[in-house]
T-cell receptor, first 116, second 116 residues
Framework: SAVISQKPSRDICQRGTSLTIQCQVD?????MFWYRQQPGQSLTLIAT?????????ESGFVIDKFPISRPNLTFSTLTVSNMSPEDSSIYLC?????????????FGPGTRLTVT | AQSVTQLDSQVPVFEEAPVELRCNYS??????LFWYVQYPNQGLQLLLK??????LVKGINGFEAEFNKSQTSFHLRKPSVHISDTAEYFC??????????????FGRGTQLTVWP
């Protein structure tokens, strides 16, 4: 199974600033996903990031607020821009490990973001 | 549109007791079904999945789930829980085919707490 790491694991940021979260996978994968888990809420998909193409954003999420990079098949970044306290969440990346069968998604440990 | 409802936000049980975590979904098309577990300060881990075939699916750590198409349910069960099963459990669905292939829709989660 794919092993995923995220940096940073947690951060406390001031409103108005930006934070870039890194997601590294130990194998090459086509599809990577970024999710947000707000306090007491479920996971919500922010965007799908495939290498070599623009990220596809879900309703309610825009590129200006959450720019994503996917420079190769093992790495992606998500930036949370111009942060406000409402952005305080756990951000998780996941990958679809095609070698394990259809729709076998693996998740990183998450980045816990607190905006003050 | 797809939605996932986990009817219980918290389920406390004593060790060695049986447990059932309920999940219902709504979708106008066929879906794949998943249960994920999130241990404290860790990422999500796939417990089991239903893609097709037998409606009773067995997963890791002694968990199993049964797909009931008529009731649009996918309840998770374990006949005898351990303290180490204390975690947050998430039910998720994914739509077959189309542009949203791979996108997971999550329920709000059920916190299972096992007491000695």
């Amino acid at each position: 199974s794919a092993v995923i790491s995220q940096k940073p694991s947690r951060d406390i940021c001031q409103r108005g600033t930006s934070l870039t979260i890194q997601c590294q996978v130990d194998s090459q994968v086509t599809m990577m996903f970024w999710y947000r888990q707000q306090p007491g809420q479920s996971l919500t998909l922010i965007a799908t990031a495939n290498q070599g193409s623009e990220a596809t954003y879900e309703s309610g999420f825009v590129i200006d607020k959450f720019p994503i990079s996917r420079p190769n098949l093992t790495f992606s970044t998500l930036t949370v821009s111009n942060m406000s306290p409402e952005d305080s969440s756990i951000y998780l990346c996941s990958v679809e490990d095609e070698g394990q069968g259809p729709l076998e998604q693996y998740f990183g440990p998450g980045t816990r973001l607190t905006v003050t | 549109a797809q939605s996932v409802t986990q009817l219980d936000s918290q389920v406390p049980v004593f060790e060695e007791a049986p447990v059932e975590l309920r999940c219902n979904y709504s979708s106008s098309v066929s879906v794949y079904l998943f249960w994920y577990v999130q241990y404290p300060n860790q990422g999500l881990q796939l417990l089991l999945k239903y893609l097709s075939g037998s409606t009773l699916v067995k997963g890791i750590n002694g968990f199993e789930a049964e797909f009931n198409k008529s009731q649009t349910s996918f309840h998770l069960r374990k006949p005898s829980v351990h303290i180490s099963d204390t975690a947050e459990y998430f039910c998720a669905v994914s739509v077959l085919g189309g542009s949203t292939l791979g996108r997971l829709y999550f329920g709000r989660g059920t916190q299972l707490t096992v007491w000695p």
